[in-house]
């Protein structure tokens, strides 16, 4: 099992999870963070991190939000590892509640 950054993170982008991360899975985008599947050790430590819920473990990823646990795969295989924490972007609470961010992720 993994866990799944979902579409909470897109332009939101909270570090907090990076940090306790024990195995360096978390990827950095433009404006979204992904988890590498082959990395993850299901630790669970990161899920609670999140200001915004963005992350779960795969077999509780809402409904609509299926196409993320590809997406993360995918996504991982092309981004920077994030290991340290970092500031938010300076607008990310203006993004924390709203919903279908999908079109705007960056690849």
């Known amino acids: 099992m993994t866990f799944v950054v979902l579409e909470s993170c897109i332009k939101c982008k ?3 999870c990076v940090e306790v ?3 360096d899975c978390f990827h950095e985008g433009p404006n979204m963070l992904v988890i590498d599947p082959d990395e993850c050790i299901d630790c669970t430590l990161c899920e609670p991190q999140c200001p915004v819920d963005a992350i779960v473990p795969e ?3 809402p409904e609509g939000q299926e196409q993320f646990l590809q997406l993360n ?3 991982s295989r092309d981004w920077p590892v994030l290991s340290e924490r970092k500031d938010p972007p ?3 609470g203006d993004w924390d509640d709203k ?3 999908r079109a705007l992720l960056e690849r």
């Open 14 to 16: 909270y570090t907090d």
């Open 21 to 23: 991360c024990p195995v």
């Open 59 to 61: 077999e509780e990823i």
């Open 73 to 75: 795969a995918e996504l």
């Open 90 to 92: 300076p607008d990310a």
């Open 99 to 101: 919903k279908g961010k």
